[in-house]
């Protein structure tokens, strides 16, 4: 459905020459929902908006069903734009307009005839769940209820891509929850598909079918969304996990610790008693857990567990790792990205 | 001594006011919605030529800011007689309502137009954006999105602008285009009629209050 092929973007910062998207070469299938992750400043969000050209490539094509599109202008760029929706970080309402108004502007981008305007707009907002809320002004409205109608806005011309910039970024959890909902709600009424980029990787769990990592520009990883999370091969996505034990762990437990590791057992291999195992069979090395817990991934369950490894000889350690990795998949967790937090 | 005053001011007045006034609003009226058009328009073109969005035109639009730039610079009173042989052409007389009526046009225009461009520049882009992104047109935006944001600051640049104009009208009147300008230096300066200066005072303070004010609710309407 979306094809990136080549895509570069680079923009001219400070008097040098700055590379957003580097050669990205990636494809979105019909119907997914497809998550783009990195941390910010990754490219993630340019890249997204040279689909509607927002943005412009400097070099590489971007394919839309088929067509390409790099290079569209006027009304061939308007009908593109007119079956992809889009959604922001800041919702990006016209605040001086009813939530009505707001949603009626993209019929009326579509030329869409006056008489069908009132009744396909309620029904959008019926949609969203705020239909009684069509005569208020965007201010008057929690963050979640402003993207809910920035949602309504852009499913106006039933379009067959919808992209979210970072939309849940800007929102408290709650609030997350209200508009990851609404899209979950959406997508199981509509063969929509939709391409969704964020640094969040909460949300990333509960929405997306796959997943692209994206780092310095470049596109690092692209898997299912389980398997990133049970096997992440990238540097930027292991990275993306640790950030998640943010404000789970105090800082100062992280800094005592050496030989940090997390450890994630897939569905598979989760009863297997490895922690007894290695206790028994490896008495000089201590083993602690600092965190677990298990959640469930495209409804698998994923088990996660924080541990650091003690002791006075390196080669028992060693051997310790040896068997935990043959069991699960382990990563050494970087103190860093929670002590720099 | 005080009833003396009042007398003479009145006697004035009698004869005087009610074409102050007139001259006044005729020089109010033709300059206001002579710069409410095109200060708009220029406002307008100003954004829309400097912004890649829509139609970005760099020399154009720097053309358009050098001539604002230009006039601007100019001192009102330096403008009135550096365009008189302009308004002699363009109305045929050099003195009256009318006449003061030109450069009073030519200044408020480019005075809008930059107060238009400020409303229009603080627009949130990523409303913009998102407007973009619908596929609708330009006109459409114009109308729909920068018009309805930038509505209240351009509702207070235009009363800026509007009591900017009955202080300019003042300085036009003095070099023959009558009004309530006019009154207060003739009467109130040269002949020593402090009751006339006082009057004229109370009557521009009057209208600039009720300007803001309307203007003020305006704004207010229009912003949510």
């Known amino acids: 459905m979306i094809r990136f092929e080549d895509t570069t973007v680079s923009f001219i910062r400070d008097g040098k020459d700055f590379i957003a998207v580097d050669k990205v070469n990636l494809e979105i299938k019909k119907g997914e929902f497809f998550g783009i992750v990195g941390s910010s400043g990754a490219g993630k969000s340019t890249l997204v908006r040279t689909v509607n050209l927002l943005q412009k490539p400097t070099s590489g094509k971007v394919f839309v069903d088929g ?15 007119l079956k992809i929706g889009m959604i922001f970080q800041h919702f990006n309402l016209v605040k001086n307009a009813t939530v009505f108004d707001n949603v009626a502007f993209a019929l009326k981008a579509s030329n869409t005839p006056k008489a069908e305007i009132e009744g396909r707009v309620l029904e959008l907002l019926d949609l969203v769940g705020l239909k009684d809320r069509a005569h208020v002004y965007p201010n008057s409205l ?27 970024s800007a929102l408290d959890p709650d609030n997350t929850k209200e508009v990851v909902q609404t899209l979950k709600n959406i997508k199981s009424k509509y063969p929509i598909t939709v391409l969704f980029i964020t640094h969040q990787m909460e949300v990333a769990k509960s929405l997306f079918d796959r997943v692209a990592v994206m780092s310095q520009g470049k596109v690092v990883e692209v898997n299912s969304c389980y398997d990133v999370f049970a096997h992440p091969e990238s540097q930027a996505a292991r990275n993306l996990i640790n950030k998640s034990f943010e404000g789970v762990i105090p800082k100062e437990v992280i800094e005592h610790e050496q030989n940090l590791y997390l450890i994630t057992f897939k569905e598979e291999n989760a009863y297997d008693p490895v922690i007894s195992y290695v206790s028994r069979n490896y008495p000089l090395v201590d083993l602690s857990i600092i965190a677990g817990n298990i959640e469930y991934i495209q409804q698998k369950p994923l088990g996660r567990l924080l541990i650091s490894l003690r002791g006075t000889d390196e080669g ?3 051997s310790a790792l040896e068997y935990l990795k043959q069991k699960a998949f382990v990563h050494k967790f970087d103190r860093e990205v929670i002590a720099n937090a | ?160 602008t509007f009591i900017s104009l009955i202080g300019f009208s003042a300085m036009a009147g003095m070099v023959g285009g009558g009004g309530i300008g006019n009154l207060a230096v003739q009467y109130g300066y040269y002949r020593y009629e402090t009751g006339i200066m006082i009057f004229t005072i109370v009557i521009l303070v009057i209208i600039v209050q009720l300007a803001q004010f309307i203007g003020d609710f305006i704004a207010k309407k229009l912003s949510h």
């Open chain 1, 67 to 81: 067509k390409d599109v790099t290079d569209l202008t006027g009304n061939d760029l308007s009908a593109l734009r």
């Open chain 2, 1 to 160: 001594m005080l009833s003396e005053v009042i007398q003479s001011t009145l006697t004035i007045l009698q004869h005087e006011l009610l074409k102050s006034i007139y001259e006044t609003a005729i020089m109010l009226a033709i300059s206001f919605s002579f710069s409410l058009v095109f200060g708009l328009i220029f406002g307008f073109l100003l954004y829309l030529t400097s912004n890649k969005a829509f139609f970005e035109k760099p020399i154009l639009n720097k053309v358009i800011a050098a001539v604002i730039n230009f006039i601007r610079s100019i001192p009102f009173i330096i403008l009135v007689v550096f365009t008189l042989p302009f308004t002699f052409l363009l109305v045929g007389t050099k003195i009256g309502p009318v006449a003061a009526s030109v450069p009073l046009c030519i200044t408020a225009t480019v005075f809008l137009a930059r107060l238009v461009e400020i409303s229009l520049k603080e627009v949130d882009k990523g409303v913009i954006e998102a407007a973009l992104a619908t596929g609708a047109n330009t006109s459409l935006i114009i109308r729909k999105v920068l018009l309805v944001e930038a509505a209240p600051g351009i509702v207070r640049g235009v009363t800026v």
């Open chain 1, 142 to 168: 929690s963050g979640g209820q402003k993207q809910r109608v920035a949602i309504a806005r852009a499913l106006a011309n039933n379009p067959e891509i919808l992209l979210c910039d970072e939309a849940t």
């Open chain 1, 316 to 318: 028992d350690i060693n």
